[in-house]
C-alpha cells in the first residue's frame, strides 16, 4: 500500500520516517519545507488539486495527516485566524475529499484542546463533546467536523453488486473498506520527541542551565511519545476501522511532574524546579486544566499496547543524550 505522509519534517512525521523503515507498505513523505539528510517532495495542502494529482500518481490509497498550526498562541492573533483555519480545518477537509474520491484512508492528527472549556476530571472520552477555548482547539475541532462531513457524504458510485465482486477488503459497518475508505481521527496530547521543539528538549536545556525554574502544576495531562504515536498509526492501517480514538501514553501529571521527571532522568540534579499556578503565566489561550484522554477504544479495536509515560521519556532522553 502506498502511504502518503504530510507535515513529514514535524516531530511526528518524522517519527513515521523511522517506522516506515520496517514496514512493507511504501510511504511518499511530504511538506513544504525540505530537511537535510531526509528525501521530502512538496506538496501544499492547501491546494485540493496538487492533493488529487500527488496522489493520482502515486496511487496513493492512505494519507497520514501530520501537517497543522500548532503554536497555540500565536493562533490567537486576529491576523492569524485565516491561516490557521486553512491549515487545521480547510487542509483536512482537503486530504478527506481526496481520500473520499479514490477509496483510501485518511488519518487526521487532532489534539486535546478540543477540550477544555468544562471543569474535567475524569479522563476525556472519544464520543465526548469537544468544548474548546480558543482559535487552535476550535480550528482543529472544524477540521475533525469536516472531515466527517466529507465521508459522510454520498458518491455516485457502482452497484452494490459489482462493488461487492471488485472488493478485496471486508466489510467494516456495513461498508466495504478497500472501496470506499474512510476516516481515522487520533486525538492526542503534549507531543514530544527527539526532533524539532518541543517540551522534553526545551527542559533538557533549562534544567542543565537554570539555577531555578518554576513550572505550572495545575494543568495535568499525559505527555506522549511521537514515536509510540507513530508506532500506533501503523498498526491502525493495516485493519483500519473508521472512527475517532484517542491516543497518548498512559498515565497522569502535571508540567510540574514532567519536568521534574525530565531533570531526574538526565541526570540534572542542581536545578531548583518550583510549582506555580498557571495565573502566574499569563496566556492569550486558557489551556485545558485536565486533558487527560480515554485510550480504551483504541486498545480495545486495534489490539494497541500503550506504553506508559515514564518508560518512553526514558527512551526518548536516552536518544537526545547519545545523538
Known amino acids: 500500500m502506498n502511504i502518503l505522509v504530510t507535515g513529514a519534517n514535524g516531530q511526528l512525521g518524522n517519527e513515521m520516517r523511522i517506522v516506515a523503515k520496517d514496514s512493507a507498505d511504501h510511504y511518499i513523505f511530504t511538506d513544504v519545507t525540505q530537511q537535510e539528510g531526509a528525501e521530502t517532495t512538496f506538496l501544499d495542502i492547501t491546494d485540493l488539486d496538487a492533493i488529487r494529482a500527488m496522489v493520482k500518481e502515486n496511487d496513493v490509497r492512505a494519507i497520514v495527516n501530520c501537517a497543522a498550526w500548532t503554536n497555540v498562541d500565536a493562533a490567537e492573533a486576529p491576523e492569524n485566524r485565516a491561516l490557521v483555519e486553512k491549515l487545521n480545518a480547510t487542509a483536512p477537509e482537503n486530504l478527506a475529499r481526496a481520500m473520499k474520491e479514490v477509496g483510501g484512508w485518511l488519518v487526521q492528527i487532532s489534539t486535546d484542546y478540543v477540550f477544555g472549556k468544562e471543569p474535567y476530571n475524569t479522563p476525556c472520552r472519544p464520543d465526548q463533546q469537544g468544548t474548546p477555548t480558543g482559535v ?188
Open 136 to 323: 487552535y482547539g476550535e480550528t482543529k475541532k472544524m477540521g475533525e467536523e469536516r472531515i466527517q462531513k466529507v465521508f459522510n457524504e454520498k458518491l455516485k458510485i457502482k452497484s452494490e453488486k459489482l462493488i461487492a465482486s471488485e472488493a478485496e477488503g471486508s466489510m467494516v459497518n456495513g461498508q466495504w473498506s478497500m472501496v470506499n475508505g474512510g476516516y481515522i481521527i487520533i486525538r492526542t496530547a503534549w507531543l514530544y520527541s527527539e526532533y524539532g521543539k518541543n517540551f522534553c528538549k526545551t527542559m533538557l536545556n533549562l534544567t542543565a542551565t537554570k539555577p531555578q525554574l518554576k513550572v505550572v502544576f495545575d494543568q495535568c495531562g499525559t505527555p506522549t511519545y511521537a514515536l509510540d504515536l507513530a508506532r500506533a498509526i501503523q498498526v491502525i492501517l493495516q485493519k483500519p476501522v473508521q472512527g475517532i480514538y484517542h491516543f497518548s501514553n498512559e498515565g497522569v501529571c502535571s508540567w510540574y511532574d514532567f519536568t521534574q521527571m525530565i531533570a531526574r532522568i538526565a541526570g540534572h540534579k542542581d536545578c531548583d524546579i518550583q510549582p506555580c499556578l498557571s495565573s502566574e503565566y499569563p496566556s492569550p489561550v486558557k489551556r485545558p486544566a485536565y486533558s487527560v484522554l480515554d485510550k480504551r477504544s483504541i486498545r480495545e479495536t486495534f489490539g494497541i499496547e500503550v506504553p506508559y509515560w515514564v518508560d518512553s521519556l526514558e527512551k526518548c532522553i536516552k536518544n537526545i543524550i547519545e545523538n
